[in-house]
């Protein structure tokens, strides 16, 4: 913090004090109040999302931009559990500037889910836009997770089904205090494979996956288990070369953990810690992406002024590879997105 000051400090005198590349020599040159460089350098700065709370952030690129999709943390600074009523969708075509667009899907596009709008995926498919989310059933006890689609990014999405994609009665989840715990069909993330073949999987303590059918909101046959290390919730999939990287929260407080796999259902071989726990929040949801031949790795912090386990807020990160395909510890760099590249990173793919 001390350091980010100090950078500040140093920008806005430079303005003020008319130090600056390339001024006129004029000393009657007109003098404006706006800093580009402190502004730029804000606007990089973690969090990247500062007018509300947001959560569980699920990047998606099409038509060469992001599409951000948040949860959006409204419990107040006495609340001591979750408020989450809807998601939220930013863009941005250069990782600095993020265009807001509302919330294009709610608890209430799903007619039988009751509350809950936790962590999700959008995905791209066949012109068409489907969002997994997170949501608690009104009528099954539990958590479930539901399909909606649009036509664009933005939405308006609709329901897909009218009922639940899964639902907590569909898997045998873990037994807690005597009794099955009704959160264990959460955090929905959804791959489609080389062969075209859709896979989702989600889970809290238990990795569950089943495949999807073309029109991506119906099962395709059973559900599985994975079997990682200390997993915990928030699967997440992505490829880079030919291999493929399930990235996952990773024991509680949770640190985001990695595994890979020569093939989708695995077996996934364990490869380490990635990101530690966030200061203020037990969680910190990862979502993976490539962009513009960079990769992103965005997670929640509690880092907003009056911040914390329930009122987070979605930062992200440059990520890098070694030339072993292995990810580099991330750092949760407060000063954005201009990190130098760790020695032996491999760039540019
Ligand atoms: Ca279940």
Redesign the pocket.
Known sequence: MKYRTLILSVLLAGTFLGICNGCSSDSSATFTPTDTAAEQYSKRANPIIRERFSSDPAALVHNERVWLYTGHDEASIYSNFFVMDDWQLYSSDDMVNWEHHGSPVSVETFNWAQSDAWASQAIKRNGRFYFYSTVRHATIN??AIGVAVADRPEGPFKDARGNAL????????PIVNGQ??????IDPTIFIDKDEQAYLFWGNT?L?YAKLKNNMIELDGPIRTLDVPSFTEAPWIHQYGDTYYLSYAYEFPEKIAYATADQITGPYTFQGVINQPIPGSPTNHQSIIKYKDNWYFFYHNALLPSGGEFRRSVAVERMFYNEDGEIFPIKQARYGLDVEPPPGAILGN
Request: glycine share 12%; no cysteine; charged share 30%.
């Open positions: 539990g958590f899964i639902s907590n009665d569909m898997t045998q989840g099955e715990m009704d959160w264990d069909d238990v569950y």
